[in-house]
Nanobody, 123 residues
Framework: QVQLVESGGGLVQSGGSLRLSCAVF????????MGWFRRSPGKEREFVAA????????NYADSVKGRFTISRDDAKNTVQLQMNSLKSEDTAVYYC????????????????WGQGTQVTVSS
């Protein structure tokens, strides 16, 4: 069984930065495409970013492109999400997820999920 544990969330002012981390337990992370999703208050969970098995390919939602960076460290079995120039609309619970394949932006492609970490951006 694969377990994902997110950390790094918190309260930050608009324009600030946060770095989220997700630790993967139970299997080598390089078996999976890794993704980040988020759920804002009153909204459906949405795709944020994904990174390929080898780490040489990344994809981002248009809303975060140029501000967020996803990376992975397979030696440590962790994936990170560096979030810069944060806006109030980035306030959400952020989820880490692992996928064996399929459309990287689709939630149904992801087999395992973390519990989420809260990010709150104050204006």
């Amino acid at each position: 069984q694969v377990q994902l544990v997110e950390s790094g969330g918190g309260l930050v002012q608009s324009g600030g930065s946060l770095r989220l981390s997700c630790a993967v337990f139970g299997q080598p992370m390089n078996d999976y495409v890794m993704g980040w999703f988020r759920r804002s208050p009153g909204k459906e969970r949405e795709f944020v970013a994904a990174i390929t098995w080898t780490g040489d390919g990344t994809n981002y939602a248009d809303s975060v492109k140029g501000r967020f960076t996803i990376s992975r460290d397979d030696a440590k079995n962790t994936v990170q999400l560096q979030m810069n120039s944060l806006k109030s609309e980035d306030t959400a619970v952020y989820y880490c997820a692992a996928s064996r394949g399929g459309s990287y932006y689709s939630q149904i492609s992801y087999n395992f999920w973390g519990q989420g970490t809260q990010v709150t951006v104050s204006s």
